[in-house]
């Protein structure tokens, strides 16, 4: 959002970004597969957060596996360090971006 409201382009760069991150999150393929390509296409590809959760989703409906407890809580962890990273953002910038609306 706070991008949005100081660059207007960014709707027409989201519209291009959006299906190459859904590639690069493993909805149409498995984190395991991953395995065969490069080293460093498939570690930027591992340390997508939202393929780990995919992931664990996955395992549980189609394999019937329960996921890792302390992997979970860890992605758990992660992710809120990351909202409250942009929730931090957001309310230091939230008078010039309401400004720029």
Do not use: C
Not at 14 to 34: E, G, H, K, N
Not at 88 to 100: E, L, P, T
């Amino acid at each position: 959002m706070a991008l949005g409201a100081f660059t207007r382009d960014v709707a027409h760069i989201m519209a291009s970004i959006v299906p190459v991150l859904m590639f690069a999150t493993p909805i149409f393929y498995r984190l395991d597969q991953i395995a065969a390509m490069s080293g460093s296409v498939a570690l930027w590809l591992r340390l997508n957060i939202v393929g780990d959760y995919i992931e664990m989703l996955r395992g549980l409906a189609l394999d019937g596996t329960v996921p890792n407890v302390f992997g979970y809580l860890a992605l758990v962890a992660v992710s809120y360090a990351v909202f409250l990273g942009g929730y931090q953002f957001f309310m230091r910038y939230k008078s010039v971006i309401v400004d720029v609306i």
